[in-house]
């Protein structure tokens, strides 16, 4: 009887440790199906913003191309401006225009010559140099400074260059007696 007895406490005491067992396993079960309806959540949030990324990335990529497009006819109508203030182009009716401001003291000067020389400073953007020149009576520029405003480079010899060309070649239409006048005057350099 005692071993009847003792058989009887190993097969209960052997019933328990399963019923432990799977008391751990659905413990393990519910932790696991928390972290999953957590990751479905992660997910679900991540898949929204992904959503909203793309559109933001759908509207950057229309507006890059309005910005594109935009750039592109403004720099078109820059070439055209900037084309009929170039000295250096080939072009014989460049700089046949005023060239400058008028002070309501009569016609205003026509500029007779423009720059012909090409400066031989090497430089490797387009460059735009603006200045204001100083005209005696007798049509000659006298003085040259230099505008910060409308300049583009910081190149000092292209500058000084540019500066000496204009005093040797630009000219203007006499006005004898009158006082000396300012000038605004553009010079655009391509690439040598």
Not at 123 to 142: E, M, P, W, Y
């Amino acid at each position: 009887m005692r071993i009847f007895f003792i058989l009887i406490l190993v097969i209960v005491l052997g019933a328990c440790v399963p019923a432990k067992k799977y008391h751990e396993l659905l413990i393990n079960q519910q932790t696991c199906n928390d972290d999953l309806q957590e990751y479905k959540t992660i997910v679900e949030t991540q898949s929204m913003q992904l959503d909203v990324q793309k559109e933001i990335i759908e509207l950057l990529k229309e507006d890059t191309t309005n910005y594109g497009n935009q750039y592109r006819v403004l720099k078109a109508k820059y070439q055209q401006v900037n084309q009929a203030d170039n000295p250096f182009n080939s072009s014989k009716e460049l700089g046949s225009g005023a060239g400058g401001m008028n002070d309501l003291r009569g016609k205003p000067r026509m500029r007779l010559a423009n720059l012909s020389s090409i400066p031989e400073t090497p430089h490797t953007d387009i460059v735009v140099i603006a200045f204001s020149l100083v005209v005696n009576d007798r049509g000659k520029v006298v003085r040259v400074n230099v505008r910060n405003e409308g300049t583009t480079t910081n190149n000092q010899k292209l500058i000084d260059e540019v500066k000496e060309l204009i005093l040797k070649e630009v000219k203007y239409e006499p006005k004898m007696g009158a006082r000396e006048e300012m000038f605004d005057y553009n010079v655009t350099i391509q690439p040598n």
